[in-house]
């Protein structure tokens, strides 16, 4: 849905839109008043109504030239040119053509028509039914005077009347109106603004959900299960660079710019690569296989995303499939990179078993969809895991750019 | 949810702005056709057909005047198929009653009431609609005058006669359908830039909700969970105090982040607005116990903020009534929300009504009572997302 345009702007975007129509309109009145004074001079050829026709061409150019270009210096030499053609029109009209005898016929209402929808430049109520009336009397001055001149007989014309009072009526109730949505239409824009600083903000939570998940929780229960004595040194580690980064450094601020270029060269130097070093010191052994260069086709944010994830699902192999080895399948394909991570362990009924709530809910799952990825899960009891995650990868984030920019709205 | 390329759907407010016209139409073009009847009436073969076409075409007006308001928006393509149905079977009946005796296609109303009934719907339907509409009512007339040419007073061809007779709705439609492409184009525009101003302010405003939300999880932690690894690290020995002491740090902070968790948008969105105008209890006010709130989409959360925001700002809006509750029932999600706001209803749906048209649209089975003070929304959302 969107949400329509601003208080300041929506006035200027009807006003465009209802010139538009009127613009419109006036060059089908146009074409019509040409229409029957082509057919009225091949039915009387010894009548001389071409002329007439004639009158009619300048208007038409008057119309598109306030449609183009739309200023109060157009919009009033359009009045005034179309009124002299419109004289023109109604004398030819009236002198040749005997049917035309009143000045209410249809042939000579369709000219003035086209000068009442003027639809001149201004967004308001007074300029929308000031053009409106400026063109209804200049038509029907036009119009009276050449009728004098011809001597026929001067008739109030409903359709013109009708015409100018619908334009008049409409504009003046729209802009009355108004006033209903002014206070809600800012209103409107601000819950969009603020939905999607809520949603920015809760991606926010969601990975340091995560963070603190992978850090302060994890140590937390390893000293709880942690035996009298010397803390272990591997724990001391972690616990010592874990505070440093939460307290010290700015973990939640990603550079999200590239894909990663520096960082993701070589695999040693990856994320993943990282987080598998990190679990193999920690006891377990990984086999890595598949496609590891196609890291490099992934962002900042979602190989770190990615990496994270793994760690989790490591983490859990470690914890509670009752093995010591897992096995990361990396693969690139177009648009996307996978990773699946798994152990042949003694599993899981995922269908009854809250898996660590938090870990595999807000470690895997939500963290790799905050990111525009997917994971699923298989697991039985007795069957070890297999848990497959996917993110969008560079290539397929240019089509997904170029398809933003070409359709759709918000 | 499928928003089609019309103004009210794409700017219920402006449609709201727009709905006098409606009213405008819905008097007039009864008004009108009534007029020009009683002017010709030495037209008329028969009474009877003529006002049948009147008594049609009141209805047709009057339906249009209801099924356009903006509590049952949207208006749809069969509404718009009565309407243009309507307004031809009604000139058509017309031109009956004057079949023998009709002079001059002129002043036939027929044709103008057809037209200004497609012209008013131009805020409600897409433009193609508009042009196949006002193509149909052109053929219909032609044929109607095909069928009345030997009645007709007129040397003219036929085809300058069926010119005269559906210009006003060639001319009308063809107007209401620039008017709705125009208009939804240039909401396409404004979308366009706002998606993009959006992506900056998230992208440039991103990192500093970072720092907000990061600075918000230290501070907690600073509390107790960072002071305790201190001292964890300072000892020499790991203890079985420490061990449960780690042991309870962990239940705790796990029920803060599962508590946080569960806190939905809804939640915080109600919270805030209740503190901000008088009850500063923390209390759940959405009885939500599936997280079915964050099964709305973005703009029905949109939309639901405004109104939220808009409800506890009225004056006699009661902070501490206000709730909601979410529950699934087959396939979507029901919602129930109540407020008790002690003023008459013409002034709270005079406050409200934008904000309910803007809820309409994106809850297109919203159901809004207000017995005062109790004002109730009924409606419905969605399909349940997996969250296995």
């Not at chain 1, 208080?7 to 060059?27: E, Q």
């Not at chain 1, 086209?114 to 119009?143: H, M």
């Not at chain 1, 949505?181 to 939570?205: G, I, N, Q, W």
């Not at chain 2, 056709?33 to 002017?39: D, P, Q």
Request: charged share 15%.
């Amino acid at each position: 849905m969107s949400l329509g345009l601003p208080v300041h702007l929506a006035p200027f975007g009807t006003a465009r839109a209802a010139a538009r129509a009127m613009h419109t309109m006036a060059l089908s009145s146009i074409a019509i008043a040409l229409v029957c004074i082509v057919t009225l001079q091949a039915l009387l050829p010894d009548r001389i109504l071409w002329p007439a026709a004639l009158a009619m061409v300048p208007m038409a150019v008057g119309v598109i030239i306030v449609d183009r270009f739309p200023s109060t210096l157009t919009t009033v030499a359009y009045l005034l040119i179309g009124a002299a053609c419109v004289y023109w029109y109604v004398l030819v009209g009236t002198a040749e053509y005997p049917g035309a005898d009143r000045t209410d016929s249809f042939i000579i209402a369709a000219a003035k028509v086209a000068l009442i929808l003027v639809g001149g430049v201004g967004s308001g109520v007074v300029s929308a039914a000031g053009w409106a009336i400026a063109g209804y009397l200049l038509a029907e001055g036009a119009t009276i005077l050449a009728a004098s001149q011809t001597g026929s007989h001067i008739a109030f014309d409903g359709l013109s009347a009708a015409t100018v009072a619908v334009i008049v009526a409409s504009s003046v109730v729209i802009g009355v109106n108004r006033f209903r949505t002014r206070a809600a239409k800012p209103s409107v824009h601000r819950a969009a603004r603020d939905e999607h600083l809520s949603h920015v903000r809760h991606r926010m939570e969601i990975k340091a959900a995560a963070m603190l998940h992978d850090t302060v929780l994890n140590h937390l229960a390893a000293l709880s299960l942690a035996p009298d004595g010397s803390l272990p040194p591997s724990l001391r580690s972690q616990i010592t660079a874990d505070l440093q980064l939460l307290v010290g450094q700015e973990w939640l601020v990603d550079d999200d710019s590239t894909p990663d270029d520096a960082v993701l060269a070589s695999w040693q130097s990856s994320n993943l690569a990282a987080v598998v070093n990190e679990s193999v010191q920690r006891g377990l052994r990984v086999e890595v296989s598949g496609d590891r260069a196609a890291l490099a086709s992934v962002s900042a944010e979602r190989s770190s995303a990615l990496a994270l994830a793994v760690k989790q699902c490591l983490v859990n192999v470690a914890k509670h499939a009752g093995v010591d080895s897992a096995e990361v399948v990396v693969h690139g394909s177009p648009g996307e990179l996978s990773v699946m991570v798994v152990d042949a362990g003694s599993g899981f009924d995922v269908t009854k078993t809250e898996a660590d709530r938090l870990g595999l809910r807000h470690s895997v799952f939500t963290r790799i969809e905050a990111v525009g990825g997917s994971v699923q899960l298989w697991s039985s009891p007795g069957n070890g895991t297999s848990v497959l995650i996917r993110v969008p990868s560079q290539s397929r984030e240019s089509l997904d750019a170029r398809s933003a920019t070409t359709g759709g709205s918000a | 949810m499928t928003i089609e390329r019309t103004l009210q759907q794409r700017d219920p407010l402006a449609a709201i702005v727009a709905r006098p016209t409606t009213y405008l139409v819905g008097a007039g073009v009864p008004l009108y056709a009534g007029v020009l009847l009683w002017l010709n009436r030495d037209d008329i073969d028969s009474f009877g057909l003529a006002v049948g076409s009147l008594f049609v075409l009141s209805l047709t007006a009057v339906y249009f005047v209801y099924s356009t308001s903006p509590l049952r928006a949207p208006f749809t393509r069969a509404m718009f198929a009565v309407v243009l149905s309507g307004g031809i079977v009604s000139h058509v009946l017309a031109a009956a009653s004057m079949y023998s005796s009709n002079s001059f296609v002129r002043d036939d109303w027929g044709p103008p009431a057809i037209g200004l009934l497609i012209a008013a719907v131009a805020a409600y339907r897409p433009a193609r609609e508009i042009a196949l509409a006002g193509a149909i009512a052109v053929v219909v007339v032609v044929i109607v005058v095909a069928a009345q040419a030997q009645s007709l007073e007129t040397t003219f061809p036929f085809h300058l006669v069926a010119l005269v007779a559906a210009a006003p709705v060639a001319v009308l439609a063809g107007g209401a359908a620039i008017f709705s492409r125009e208009l939804d184009a240039g909401l396409e525009r404004w979308s366009n830039m706002r998606t993009m101003s959006l992506s900056a302010l998230g992208d440039g405003g991103s990192e500093w909700i970072a720092r907000s939300v990061q600075q918000d999880r230290v501070t907690l932690l600073n509390q107790e969970i960072i002071p305790f690894f201190e001292s964890v690290l300072a000892a020499p020995q790991l203890t079985q105090s420490e061990r449960s002491r780690a042991s309870e740090l962990s239940s705790a902070i796990r029920a803060i982040m599962v508590a946080e968790i569960d806190r939905s948008w809804l939640d915080a969105l109600l919270e805030n607005e209740a503190r901000a105008h008088g009850d500063p209890r923390i209390m759940r006010r959405v009885n939500d116990p599936h997280g079915l709130a964050d099964d709305m989409l973005v703009e029905q959360r949109t939309a639901m903020r405004a109104f939220v925001v808009a409800l506890f700002a009225h004056p006699a809006c009661n902070p501490e009534s206000v709730d909601m509750v979410i529950s699934h029932t087959g396939d979507h999600n029901l919602a129930l929300m109540r407020a008790s706001v002690a003023a008459p209803e013409i002034t709270v749906r005079g406050a409200l009504d934008p904000y309910l048209a803007v809820l309409r649209i994106v809850f297109p089975d919203l159901h809004v009572d207000f017995e005062q003070p109790e004002l109730t929304l009924r409606f419905s959302y969605g399909e349940r997302r997996d969250r296995s």
